[in-house]
């Protein structure tokens, strides 16, 4: 239709058969729960797995899954567009596809090229499903017909997210302790199974408007747009330092306990379960109060509670149990506070600031503020670490004081309408 003016397209897009309201929200969560119990069945496994099913060593698998996840880094910029040109939900059930095909490899490889292609196509699922789904849900968010605001829907899919890691964790616990190669291929065809389950309950039930808008139609934008903006890479910046901190209690935590505060293995399963369960009871409940705030405001929040978690964690006691499970237990109170306001009001901020025709470029682009914590976070850790056993925490209480001054400041050059949804969207 491109020799059609504008106000033709505009008209014919409305007449169309797409729907004008979203369907199936209870449905779209649902299956973000499955797609987590997926991953929650096999993150536990990860090398463990190739290590009891294939002779490959330890020192070639690593090197085979690093490269296999490196070799995604660029395939964000792809789903955004994609998801920009063809709508995000069928980018998400391509990539729950994919991932399930994966897994299914997983059940059969028995050398270093299987291995690596697998893990490969597993990768590429996992970056396709993180650059487009909070795309999926912010366009579900805008054809609600329930009113709720993006920050609630975020808010809601992180808490079913979280108890579907949660389960599938406590399910391979029980899963292999037998340690058996029939049961680890069990484990694998379970969590393709899951995968598969989300993209057929996401693809036959879910659907979000797809209203051809003025700005979608008149001009299109591309990823130099993205970066010509400089309060939303400013935002992408802050939310490293925040994606860092959201990452450093699973990843810090089991050596911290071990062997800065001589405390016992179970404490650290404790506390990350006790985490899980607070952030999946919570997620609703908080997620449904959120849009009464400036989403800038929630964010000086949670780094507010991420620079006092910083400094609790710096000056945890030593040796004695007593003293060492309430202060543990005090400072990730702080942490799951953080996580609960952090998660839903970066990523609607993200949503909310992308113009309608670019939203998937920009919610991909976002996604490096991730990507690239992940990376940096084993290396930060281990120096600071090995330097100084509060260092760690010291660095990252610093940081993100700063980050809550730079938050501050990108409040001034964000759009107000990026600030808070619509009255009435709550």
Known sequence: MPSLPVHLRLRLARTSTVPSRSHGGAVLVAALAVDSLGNGLFLPLSLVYFLALTDVPLALLGALLTVANAVTLPVPLWAGALADRVGALPVVVGAQVLQAVGFLGYAWVDGPVGVFTAAALVAVGVRFFWSTVFTAVADHADGDPTGWSKDTWYSISNGARTAGLAVGGLGTGVVVADGGEATYRAVAWGTAACFAVAAVMIAAFVRTPAVLREEQVSSATGYAAV??????????????????????????????????????????????AGNAVLIAVLATPVGTRLPRYRRTRVLVLAAGLW??????????PDGRLSLLVPALVAATLLFTAAELLHAPASIALAASIAPVASRGRYLAAFQYSFAIASIVAPAFFATTFEADAAAPWLVLAAANAASLAGVVLLERRVPATALRDAPGRA
């Open 227 to 272: 970066l010509r903006d400089r309060p939303f890479l400013g935002l992408v910046a802050l939310n490293t330092v925040f994606a860092l901190s959201s990452i450093m209690l699973a990843l810090a935590l089991p050596t911290v306990v071990l062997t800065a505060l001589q405390g016992p293995a179970w404490l650290t399963s404790v506390v990350l």
């Open 307 to 316: 620079t006092a978690w910083g400094l609790a964690m710096a000056v945890l």
